[in-house]
């Protein structure tokens, strides 16, 4: 599996002077805020949303300051919709480290999460274009849709196949959607490479997702999060949902039955046992299987929609970016 180096060869040098202009661009006069805009860049992963952004620019034209704002803006909107989500699901961690709103207080995160919505504003009145200005605006409004839409079926607990769908899209598959067309569109792309890259960018997104939700059912200890978590949450994903699906009605009534008890359950030894026995369940019913198969029809509409260019080494490391959102192991 290709390493992120390998994915960022093609654009090394403009990567540098991202991670020049996002550090302006994190600076704060304000000792607590910098202090928190630092430990959020600090957690903020393998930045792969802005890397998407780069790469989707370069294969079509020069990457070009536009293109840098525009990635620096795309990844702050995603990491203040997160700071915020962890607030809302009163979450403890993110990415292994304690939730900003742990680390200080609710307003704190709060507060922080405007002030890089704001900075994002700012960053997208620079690039003066209307279309990307269109992208981002509408992203913002997909991903608050989004957890509102968890929230309203988390009510419930369980969902269909196809509300669980319109989650993912509205949170995942559109993020990584907008930064592939946003940054087709700073580069100046052609109407048919940016419906291309939107394509490509959405089923990555709907690939990385699916493997997020597969990694719950999984013992490999490298994950960066426990494993069920998203059950002991409250959130009902692809696996689950196939297994239910697959199970004869009064099993599938007793799982479900187990399920809806494991947030009134304080002690760890139990929520432990009923946790392990509705991931036995799941893998019973191949539901692990059955998200892997729909993740591999993703992968293969991506690879379709990149057939659009030529061979380069940027289509080459959006292939391998592909293949990473697959193989992963966190």
């Known amino acids: 599996m290709a390493t992120i180096a390998d994915i960022k060869r093609p654009v090394e040098a403009e990567w540098k002077q991202l991670e020049r202009l996002q550090s302006e661009c994190l600076r704060s006069e304000n000792k607590l805020q910098q202090e928190v805009l630092t430990y959020i860049s600090a957690r903020s992963g393998k930045q792969l949303r802005p890397l998407l952004v780069l790469l989707s620019a370069k294969i079509c034209n020069p990457v070009t300051d536009k293109t840098l704002r525009t990635a620096i803006a795309l990844e702050m909107l ?17 990415r292994g480290a304690p939730a900003v709103h742990i680390r200080w207080t609710n307003k704190v995160a709060v507060l922080a999460g405007d002030y890089m919505l704001a900075k994002v504003i700012g960053l997208v009145a620079e690039v003066r274009n209307t279309q990307i200005l269109e992208i981002v605006s509408q992203l913002g409004r997909s991903l608050s849709s989004g957890e509102l839409a968890q929230l309203h079926v988390g009510q419930s607990m369980w969902i269909n196949e196809e509300q669980y769908n319109r989650i993912i899209e509205l949170k995942t598959a559109r993020l990584f959607q907008a930064c592939a067309e946003a940054g087709a569109e700073s580069a100046g792309c052609t109407p048919r490479q940016r419906k291309a890259l939107c394509e490509y960018g959405r089923m990555l997104g709907l690939c990385f ?6 990694f719950d059912y999984s013992d490999l200890e490298e994950i960066g999060k426990p494993t069920m978590s998203d059950l002991s949450d409250g959130k009902v994903t692809l696996p689950l949902i196939t297994a239910l699906q697959r199970a004869p009605q009064p099993e599938a009534e007793q799982i479900k039955a187990k399920g809806e008890r494991l ?29 892997v198969q729909r993740m591999l029809e993703y992968k293969q509409k991506a690879i379709e929609a990149l057939s659009v260019f030529h061979d380069s080494d940027e289509k080459e490391s959006l292939l391998y970016l592909l293949d990473y959102a697959i193989n992963r192991v966190q």
């Open 78 to 94: 995603h990491n203040a919709s997160l700071v915020h989500d962890d607030v809302v699901d009163s979450a403890d961690t993110r």
């Open 263 to 291: 947030k009134d359950i304080e002690n760890a030894e139990e929520k432990a046992r009923i946790l392990e026995e509705i991931k036995s369940f799941v893998l019973r019913f191949q539901g692990d299987e059955y998200a």
């Open 209 to 214: 997702q699916i493997k997020d939700d597969i």
